[in-house]
């Protein structure tokens, strides 16, 4: 049993690390136009260009966080046992490094719930608790961008740049991301973890979708699948909506504690 609750713990840390860090199937198009202002479709900019500001918008992002509040639902599943959950939390970030979960109601298998996704919000806290973004941020210093074409997402175009990491960390993947060819942000990013440091786990694959607010890109939709060779496929998705963004900073109590309530 030691062994098993050790297992789960790194299988859905390293989901937790795919999810958030890049990081289902697609947010549909109404619950993406909640948060994207409208834009002039005949103001387009070239993919070098798009690239270009999607760069310089997650540096800033990055170096100038912002707090906000939100609603999640987090859904896990074994399909291989049909156990599963889905967790209804308010999720608040106090920037720089502090995340907290207000939990609000659960329905499913308590197993799911203890061991997956209270395990997974855990491993998310610590993380932010840790400030490891630069060191899993799709920018320029983890890697290769190379233009693919074009492609509609809820509607709008975007660029498609197929993304190759420049090493083998935890959290980094290979895949596409898509920027608005309009705004320059980051409507999604899908591929698969070139690392997942353990030989229970062939392969994690993910999707996540990303909206506009206030100049921040935030996520909204995601969906990480594992292929293990303990239970078979281990699925994960996350909803977040219902963004309230603030000018809060974590005191130092709060830096120092984090976690999960």
Do not use: C
């Not at 959950?85 to 979960?101: C, E, Q, S, V």
Request: glycine residues 6%; hydrophobic residues 40%; proline residues 4%.
């Amino acid at each position: 049993m030691h062994g098993a609750r050790k297992f789960f713990l790194f299988l859905f840390a390293l989901l937790s690390v795919s999810l958030y860090a890049a990081a289902p199937p697609a947010a549909d198009a109404e619950r993406s136009a909640t948060l994207v202002a409208p834009r002039n479709a005949s103001l387009l900019m070239s993919p070098e260009m798009a690239l270009s500001t999607f760069e310089q918008r997650a540096e800033r992002q990055l170096n100038d966080p912002v707090s906000y509040s939100a609603n999640t639902v987090v859904e896990a599943e074994l399909p291989a046992t049909s156990q599963k959950g889905a967790y209804h939390l308010r999720r608040r970030f106090i920037a720089p490094k502090t995340l907290l979960f207000t939990p609000v109601r659960f329905v499913g298998d308590n197993f799911v719930k203890s061991n997956v996704i209270a395990r997974l919000l855990q491993t998310e806290a610590d993380r932010v608790s840790k400030g490891e973004g630069a060191r899993t941020a799709i920018s320029e210093a983890n890697y290769k961008f190379s233009y693919k074409g074009s492609e509609k997402i809820a509607g709008e175009e975007t660029y498609v740049f197929q993304v190759k990491p420049r090493g083998k960390r935890p959290g980094l993947f290979k895949g596409r991301i898509y920027v608005d060819a309009g705004s320059g942000s980051l409507r999604r990013a899908e591929g698969t973890l070139v690392k997942t440091q353990s030989i229970f786990i062939k392969k994690i694959e993910f999707v996540q979708d990303y909206a506009d607010l206030e100049g921040y890109t935030l996520p909204v939709h995601a969906r990480s699948i594992a292929t293990t060779r303990v239970v078979g496929r281990a699925v994960v998705e996350i909803i977040t909506d219902g963004y309230e963004l603030s000018s809060t900073t974590a005191s130092a109590e709060d830096s120092a504690s984090g976690g999960s309530q």
